[in-house]
Each structure stands twice: as structure tokens, then as C-alpha cells.
């Protein structure tokens, strides 16, 4: 039974709190966390920190933009500042869940919760993303692949709360975001993947390209990046790149989809977003 | 009576009666009631799928504070009961599926009842299980029931004419293996009762049953009463399609929690608890081998259908009736064969499903049509119409088509979706990684009822208070189709009332006549015929003594707008009185006369003999469907573009209620084509939640475009034949001839899940596989 109910407004409080029961809970929207609360896994502590102003705003600064750890989906959506400057992130809101889960899933929730179909992560990934963690001794800043281990796990510290979330914006960027259905959203991801670069002269360049579910944390098809990184593409290149990126992924069976499946799946968007910035036109969509 | 010309009420398009009170939330569900007094009962269910129970214990259970009474197989009479007479309320000796319920709690709280049932031990001794109704079916396998050493507990057989010699004969023949796997009703309500004594003893029921009299008759077998000592009654049902056709063991387990408590007991479902514990569609093989001649006209008809029947018996194993209807008659085949058998396994059982059987044989059915069209170089249209059924057949099986649409609904489903005219450009603007297809399919079900027992009929009482208010009470039960809508406009129509001064009562089997329940698509045809005798009866009293009262020919009075109207020979219509006032004059006067008729209908048709012959059904619905499905070939995602229904309906009664029921069933038969599936392996069930039990959303819903063939049963209330189960019947057929005029891939077993698609367009060379590591 939880003994201890805490619902702080500000950060500092937060953090306080944290750090008094650093075995505390965090709990944001309690859209992933609810799920094994139900079923009977309650913790002794909660801290709730949905209410903290701080937590959820966005800000476009010069060359980045920044998030809080409790921007909700719809919040994402919402946003201009994040259609434009972090296009993949708000391509995967778009796909995600519906509109009640949207209000109250936090991105935070999404990075911490390190479920390898977690689609904000994903996309973070593929924006060169890094979060800041806080806790009452300070701050430190780590990549996602740095803050996400494994299913479940990452690297938060006890007494540490992730709090923001930070874009940098790269001018000229293309960006996708595929994910499997057979619905457009209120899915589980079977397979996804995010892909960012920069086209210039038929080239590309800061390739990269994030898959999700199909490793123990969303994951860069390095491989295949490379194969891609600085030059033009072509029919026999691209397929090079999506025999790669289907190579290196390590994709498990369960009840969404088999392993053989999710690899098919990695290779057919890899494939679409490599094709898409071979043709203007949609090369053209890919960027807006 | 006669028919007017324009009529005022039948046609309209009406919303339900009790739709505001649903939109704003005030409709009482069963897990809305509270009764003094009452407990919460759960159920403990097994861990084994085939297994000896060595022993249960409950003494920690019984200790759980707010736990009243803990039962189990020893506390209670275990009668069997079902179709198989093999389920019990507990299992005590042996559990054979996930679901088997071995104890239940009844607790002050919801609470504290789950911890009691997580606190029961239970010991077993796992025995060796079948999954798969092939290998029940070898020699050797293991024996789920004594009674039963083959696993084999039905067989049925039909035939009509000499398949073998037509099948020699045959210029073309086509065969093949379908599989058609669970899924689940999804109610948006999950099951429930409340079951509840009086000092006198009688039981009253809170039940959510489809069937109230019959389930009244085997309730009181089960739990040892006189039936007459039970009433149930039926609250508001959140979702039923076919699931609350049988009785469940929750239900007696309810009883006797109620009784050995002496306390009234409620138990509702979680969602998980629904989609582990409540039946599903029957899964079936079916083994199919069909021919034609040379000019494409359908020969013969060869089937032998396999039915897992899980660890018990419910409906689900007599679906081969109505599969068996499809077979022989949904076109004129002159040779026809049809072999069922059902076979025990461990996995969890079926019931009745909107459809019932019908999905599945159309779904085989309707893809061997498009194949012989195509050996025999035919349109599948112009196949389709070479054998289409006419009015006035009589099909090998003894069913009499009295109005026949299923001409027209091909007609019209073509027309409208440019069937031909896409089929022929379609090659063209086929995009390289997206193929175009169109696809259609035709169904029959019976459309007013279907004999079963020795009676398919309903008793109807109507009386009309001194306010002019009319009450139906009626036998039949309303499940969220919008029978109480329909009948209450028949009667608005009859008696020339406005439809707000109609009251249906059909929720109370201490109050309303003997109705055989909703089922086989017969509540609009059975009830609605029963509720236009007792208001015709009323109407002739009606203007009987008006006539006597104004000294007029009875000839010259009509009702409309809540009065009697006279229209002298050579003249206009006049109000002569308003029929509130005629009734007091009835009440309260020397003749003390009530406004009071009753009617019972039976239905012209009759039960089948030994050999399934026999015309079961007064008449039968037609449809056809054309679905136009863009395919991802490189994910296998299935898009549905458009859907083109056509159905032979009889007449339109309410032009908004069966807008409801034909998008309804076209949706859940979208999703049994496209993303449903009850994923079971080894007798577990890996998807009881909607996370992963994937119901199609509102946004992949398609455009649904229908046209209704009015063909105007003779039989029929205004002409009306049933539409319940019909849209959901040929969907997933037109969806599978549609992906492989896109693909040039059959896919003979469902879900279309792009997984499956996938698996197929690589296989069969259309999609190149990435290099498998
Ligand atoms: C119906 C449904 C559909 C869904 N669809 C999708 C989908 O399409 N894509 C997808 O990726 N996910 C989906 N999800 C999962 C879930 O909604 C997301 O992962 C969501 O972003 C979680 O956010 P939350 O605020 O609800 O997290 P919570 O449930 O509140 O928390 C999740 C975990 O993160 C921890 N945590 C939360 N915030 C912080 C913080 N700031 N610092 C430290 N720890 C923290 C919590 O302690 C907990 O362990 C879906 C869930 C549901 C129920």
C-alpha cells in the first residue's frame, strides 16, 4: 500500500522530496506507470511532479530547442516551435496513442519508462537530443543512448528526476517517422523507425536513422548511417544501407509481431526514407 | 389492414428511444446497480489447461476479513448443464481449459473477494492436452473426456444430389484449406448478474441473458428451483452480439453465492476476465473443393469442416446448421455435401456470434467463386449472376425464397463501387510499392428467425391507457439493436399514434410473454409481427366502436395524429376524435371496457428433419459487399478504401437504426478481415487486453456506402425481414478476393494482419525478402 502521497508544484520542492525518499516514485502522466499499479505492483512512496509549472514548457532558444520533462504529446502537437525545429519529434506524436493518452503521456515518462517501443525516445534519438537530469546535489546532462540501458533501466541515479529535454535545430534537416500498423496510431509500435539528415547536392549528411522494438532500447542502425554518410544515393546504395540496417537489429518474437517480421519492417522503412530523399517531391514533405 | 401509401412512421429515420438517455450517461449497466445489502463474488480459475485437481484450499481465503463464503465443486450440487451437458458451474475433479472455475468468493468488497481468490491453493496434476483438433482427432490422442474416447462429441452430415459424379463431371474445380481462428465479441459491457433471494425464496436475476425464458428454464435446472420461482430481469445491455445466447457457469455461481451467503451477489468481469472467460467466434478448417462447367455454372460443392470445441460445449459447436445453409444454398448448386466434426480440446470453448458459422463458410464460399470466375475466364460479377438464387427457389436443403433480392444487391453493390470499370483500369494506376484491388462477396442468413425449438415465436400484450398512451409489452429483448424502436414505430404506425405516445416493456419476465429470445436475426421480423397483430386488434376495436359511437360505416374511419379520422365517401379527411378520448368512453362507461389485445406469432416455418431438410427460416436475407483495398507491399498493411453494401432488407423500417446496424456489422467484419485475433497458444490466452486485441478505430473505418433492396416479404411486418447479423457476414471474403486482385496472392486464413499479408507476397515472389541473417 502507498503510505506517502507527495504532489509538489515546483521543482525544487520536487527534488527535495526526492531526495528525503529517494526510493519514492516518480509519477508524471501515469500512463505506462498505472498499467502494473492496477495489477497490484504499488509502490510505498509517490511523488507526483504533473503539476510542476516548470516541467512543462517549450522554448525555442537560438540553436536549440528545449522541453521540459512533463510536456504531454498533445502539448507537442500543439507546438509550432516543435513542428519546425524538431519535425521527426512531432511526425511521432502524431502516431502516438490517442487523444486521451496524448493528454497526459509526458515525454519524460516516455525516455524514463525505457520501453524499447517508447516512440519519443526514438525520435529524440534521431535528433541528436541530449536530458538533463537533476537531483538536489546538481545537474548533468546525457545522451539518450547514454540514459536509456535497457528494458526498464536507465541511468537515473537515486534521487535524480530527468527535467528536460534538449533539441539542437539543424537548419535544412529532412526528417521521417515510420511506425508499424495496423493502426495509424493507438499502437505498440512492432517496429519503428526515425530517420534525420541533411540533404545538400544530392548528398547526405548527419545521417541518422533510429529503430525502435527491434532491440532492447531504441537503437542507430550505425551500418547503415554510414554506408549513407556523404554521398549520393542510389537504387544499389540504398538497398545496401537496408540490408544493414536489417542486419543489425536484434528484434525478439512476442505477441505484437515475430523477429522476423520486425526486420522486414526495419528494411521497408529505411527503404521509404532513403527512396524519399532521392525524389524532390517528397523529399519536400519529408522536411515540413 | 391496409397499407398506406406514404406512411408516417416506417421508413423514418429515428433515433433510438432511448438514445439521450445513453448519450448522457444516465442508462444504468448492470455494474451500476447496487442492491442492499449486497456482495461482490469472484471467481478463482484454473492455472492448467488439463489437469487433475488433487486438492483446493481455501482456509486462508476464508480468513481475508469481509469474506463471507468461499464455495468450491464440494459445497454446491454440481449439475451439468449446455449443449454438451459437459460444463459445470465448478469443476471439481478435472479442469480442461484456462478459464475452468474451480471456487468463489463473495466479500463485502471487490477487494477484499481478488485477494481471497489469490489466496486459494490449489494442487494439480497436469495430464497431457491437445491443442490442436487434428491431432484430437488421431488415434492415440489423448482422451479429454471418458464419455467421449474419439473426442468426438458431434458429427453432422448433409447432403444433397451426387458430388462425386458431378465432381467428374465438373469442367473446372477448385480446392482448398481455410483456417479461421477465435476472436472475441468485445461488448463494450462485460458480463454481470446479480443474483438475488427474497424471504419467499423466489430468486430474482439482474441478468444480461439474450434469451430470458429459456435461460429462466435452465437456470432453475442448475441450481435445483421450480423456474416459475425465478424472474429475471434484463437492464440495459452494454453489447451482446451472440454472447449472452448460452448460460456460463458465473451465472450459477452467482446463485449459489447468493444462497449460501444469504445475501444478495454481484459479479461483474474485468476486461482481462472477459476476454479470458467469455466465449468467442467458433474457430474453424474448412476443407473446400467446388466445381463448375464450362460456361461457369456452379456443379457441386464439397466441404469438411473441423471445429476445435475446446474444453466444453457452448453454442459454438452447432454452427455447422447455419454454415451448412450457405453451402447448399446461397447459390443454386446441384450437388452438395457437408461434413462437420467437432473435436475436444484443451483450448477455451465458443459460443454464438452475430453471423454464427456464416463468416467463416463465406469467407471459403465466396473465395471459390472468384476462383472458378477465373479458370473459367468469367467477371466474378457475371459468375455471380449466372447462379444467383431468384424468388420463388426452393434450394436443395428445403429453404423457400419467397422475396429474393440477391440480383439486385449484386447489381447495385457493382454499380456504386465501379466493380468493373476499376477491375479493368485498376493494372494502371497501381503505384510501384501500393496495389489497388476490388473485391466482392455475397451472403444468405435467415431473415426471420430460425426454428431450433418447437416454437420460434413471441407473445406480444398491448394496451392503451385513458391518456391515450400506448404500452407494448413485449417478449423480446432489445441487446442495442434498436428492436425497441422498430416495434414501437410498427405500432406507432398501426394505431396512427405519435411515437412518443409508445411505451415497449420488454425487460421483465414476470411482466412479459414467452419469446424465444434474440437470435438468427428475428426480433424485427418475429416481434415486429406480433406487435402489428395485438395493435391491428386494437385499431379494430378501435374503430369499431367509433363507428358505433358516431353511428358512421366502419369503412369510412381511419387513425392518424392520435385520433380517428372520418373521410365521408366523397370528401376530405376530418378529425372525428382524439383516441384518448374514444378509450375513456370505453373505460368509463356501461361497458367497462379495457383497451387491452394480446397476440402470439409463430413464424410459417419449420424445424429440419434428421437430414437438416426443411425450410427453418419464413424468409432470408441477401447482401453483397464490394470492398476496394489498397495493399502496402512492402509491410503487408492492408488499407481499406471503400465499402459498397447492398442488402436485401425487405423494407426499411427505421432508416437510421439500420444505417447503425449495417456500418456496425460491416466494422466488425472489418475487423475479423483485417487485425482481430484471440491469440492462443497452448491454451493460453496471449491478448486479453484491447493493447494488443487490436479493434479496428474509428479512423480506419472506411467510407461505408449502402443501398437497401426493398423486396417486400410478404411474410414480413410492412415487408421487413431481419438485418442483424447480415453486414458482418461477407466482409472478410470481399476483402480477401479484393487483396488478390491487387496481389495475385490468395490468403486463405484470417486475420489479413500485415504480418500474414507479408508472409504471403514474399512467398509467392511479389515481394523480395531483405537477406535473412
Ligand atoms: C493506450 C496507450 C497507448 C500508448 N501508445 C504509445 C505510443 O504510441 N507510443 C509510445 O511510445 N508509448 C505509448 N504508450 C506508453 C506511454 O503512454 C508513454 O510511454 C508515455 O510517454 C509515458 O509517459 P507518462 O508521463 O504517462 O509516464 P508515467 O507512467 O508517469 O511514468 C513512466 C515511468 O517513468 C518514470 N518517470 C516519469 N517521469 C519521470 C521523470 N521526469 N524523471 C524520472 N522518472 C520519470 C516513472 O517513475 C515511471 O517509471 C501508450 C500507453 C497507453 C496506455
Known sequence: MTTSYLRPTTLDEALAALATTPTARVLAGGTDWMIPARAGAVPDALINIFRVEQLRSIRRTGDALELGACVTVAQLLKSKDVLQAAPVLWKAADRFASPLVRSRATLGGNLCNASPAADLSLALLACDATVTLASKGGRRSLTVEELVLGPRKTALGPGELLVGVRVPIRAGQVSRFEKSGPRPALEISAAAVAFTATVEGGRLTGVRIACGAVAPVPMRAKKAEALVEGRALDPALIEAAVEAAAGEVTPIDDVRATARYRRRLVAAYVRRCLEACTDDRRLHAAAS | ?773
Open chain 2, 1 to 773: 389492414m391496409s397499407q398506406q401509401a406514404s406512411m408516417r412512421w416506417i421508413g423514418a429515420r429515428v433515433p433510438k428511444l432511448d438514445a439521450p438517455w445513453k448519450a448522457s450517461g444516465e442508462v444504468r449497466y448492470l455494474p451500476d446497480f447496487v442492491v442492499g445489502g449486497m456482495l461482490h463474488g469472484k471467481i478463482r480459475r484454473s492455472d492448467r489447461v488439463h489437469a487433475r485437481v488433487k486438492s483446493i484450499d481455501t482456509s486462508a481465503a476464508k480468513k481475508v476479513p469481509g469474506v463471507h463464503v468461499v464455495l468450491t465443486a464440494k459445497d454446491v450440487e454440481n449439475v451439468a448443464f449446455g449443449h454438451g451437458k459437459d460444463n459445470t458451474p465448478f469443476k471439481g475433479d478435472v479442469v480442461r481449459c484456462i478459464r475452468d472455475e474451480l471456487a468463489a468468493v463473495a466479500a463485502d468488497t471487490e477487494e477484499a473477494a481478488e485477494e481471497a481468490c489469490r489466496l486459494i491453493r490449489v494442487e494439480y496434476e497436469d495430464l497431457p492436452a491437445l491443442f490442436d483438433p487434428r491431432a484430437a482427432l488421431e488415434r492415440g490422442a489423448p482422451v479429454i473426456y471418458p464419455e467421449w474416447p474419439d473426442n468426438k462429441p458431434f458429427t453432422y452430415r448433409y447432403a444433397h444430389g451426387d458430388v462425386k459424379k458431378a465432381a467428374a463431371e465438373s469442367a473446372h474445380v477448385v480446392e482448398d484449406e481455410f483456417d479461421l481462428t477465435w476472436v472475441s465479441h468485445c461488448c463494450m459491457g462485460t458480463s454481470a448478474i446479480i443474483a438475488a433471494f427474497d424471504t419467499g425464496g423466489r430468486l430474482t436475476l439482474n441478468s444480461l441473458t439474450q434469451v430470458p425464458f429459456l435461460y429462466r428454464r435452465d437456470m432453475a435446472a442448475i441450481v435445483g428451483m421450480k423456474p416459475e420461482d425465478i424472474r429475471v430481469i434484463q437492464p440495459t445491455i452494454g453489447g451482446a452480439f451472440g454472447s449472452k445466447l448460452d448460460i456460463y457457469p458465473f451465472e450459477p455461481i452467482a446463485v449459489h453465492l447468493a444462497r449460501a451467503a444469504r445475501r444478495p451477489v454481484r459479479i461483474v468481469f474485468s476486461r482481462q476476465e472477459e476476454f479470458l472467460a467469455s466465449p468467442t467466434r467458433q474457430p474453424a478448417i474448412i476443407k473446400l473443393k467446388s466445381g463448375c462447367d464450362a460456361r461457369g455454372r456452379f456443379t457441386f460443392r464439397d466441404a469438411y469442416v473441423l471445429l476445435d470445441n475446446g474444453g466444453h460445449t457452448s453454442w459454438g459447436a452447432t454452427i455447422p446448421f447455419v454454415m451448412m445453409q450457405t453451402f447448399s444454398s446461397l447459390y443454386r448448386v446441384p450437388h452438395v455435401r457437408f461434413l462437420t466434426d467437432v473435436a475436444y480440446t484443451n483450448n477455451p470453448y465458443s459460443g454464438s456470434f452475430r453471423g454464427y458459422g456464416n463468416l467463416q463458410a463465406t469467407f471459403a464460399i465466396e473465395q471459390h467463386v472468384d476462383r472458378l470466375a477465373e479458370k473459367t475466364g468469367l467477371d466474378p460479377l457475371k459468375m455471380r449472376l449466372l447462379n444467383a438464387q431468384e424468388p420463388g427457389e426452393e434450394t436443395g436443403q428445403g429453404l423457400k425464397f419467397v422475396s429474393c433480392g440477391l440480383r439486385d444487391c449484386l447489381d447495385s453493390a457493382a454499380k456504386r463501387s465501379r466493380y468493373e470499370e476499376k477491375r479493368a483500369a485498376k493494372k494502371g494506376e497501381s503505384g510501384r510499392r501500393v496495389k489497388r484491388g476490388l473485391g466482392m462477396a455475397s451472403m444468405l442468413h435467415v431473415g426471420g428467425g430460425a426454428k431450433i425449438y418447437r416454437s420460434d415465436g413471441c407473445g406480444s400484450v398491448l394496451s392503451i391507457d385513458d391518456f391515450g398512451k400506448v404500452t407494448l409489452v413485449t417478449g423480446s429483448t432489445d441487446i442495442g439493436q434498436g428492436s425497441e424502436t422498430v416495434l414501437a414505430q410498427i405500432v406507432a404506425e398501426v394505431l396512427g399514434v405519435h411515437l412518443d405516445r409508445v411505451k415497449v416493456v420488454n425487460s421483465d419476465t414476470d411482466v412479459k410473454p414467452w419469446d424465444v429470445g434474440v437470435h438468427a436475426s428475428r426480433t424485427s421480423y418475429v416481434a415486429g409481427n406480433s406487435a402489428m397483430m395485438a395493435a391491428t386488434q386494437a385499431r379494430e376495436k378501435l374503430l369499431k366502436a367509433a363507428a358505433e359511437q358516431h353511428r358512421l360505416p366502419v369503412e369510412e374511419l381511419s387513425l392518424a395524429d392520435n385520433a380517428v379520422m372520418h373521410t365521408p365517401k366523397s370528401g376530405v379527411a376530418k378529425k372525428l376524435e382524439p383516441i384518448d378520448r374514444l378509450v375513456r368512453s370505453l373505460h368509463f362507461s356501461d361497458r367497462a371496457e379495457l383497451l387491452i389485445t394480446q397476440a402470439y406469432f409463430e413464424p410459417g416455418s419449420v424445424k429440419q428433419d434428421k437430414e437438416f431438410r426443411g425450410n427453418v427460416s419464413p424468409t432470408y436475407a441477401f447482401g453483397t459487399h464490394v470492398v476496394e483495398v489498397e495493399v502496402e507491399l512492402d509491410t503487408g498493411l492492408v488499407k481499406v478504401l471503400g465499402v459498397w453494401a447492398a442488402h436485401d432488407v425487405g423494407k426499411v423500417l427505421n432508416a437510421l437504426g439500420i444505417e447503425g446496424q449495417i456500418e456496425g456489422g460491416v466494422v466488425m467484419g472489418l475487423g475479423y478481415a483485417l487485425t482481430e485475433q484471440l491469440k492462443i497458444e497452448r491454451g493460453k490466452v496471449l491478448n486479453p487486453a484491447f493493447r494488443d486485441y487490436h479493434l479496428l478505430t474509428a479512423p480506419e473505418v472506411p467510407p461505408i456506402d449502402c443501398d437497401y433492396i426493398e423486396t417486400e416479404d410478404p411474410t414480413g411486418p410492412f415487408g421487413a425481414k431481419g438485418v442483424g447479423e447480415a453486414p458482418a457476414i461477407c466482409v472478410a471474403a470481399a476483402i480477401a478476393n479484393a487483396v488478390y486482385d491487387a496481389t495475385g496472392v490468395r490468403f486463405t486464413a484470417l486475420p489479413l494482419t500485415p504480418e500474414r499479408v507479408l508472409d504471403g507476397l514474399i512467398a509467392a515472389g511479389v515481394t523480395k525478402d531483405v537477406g535473412a541473417r
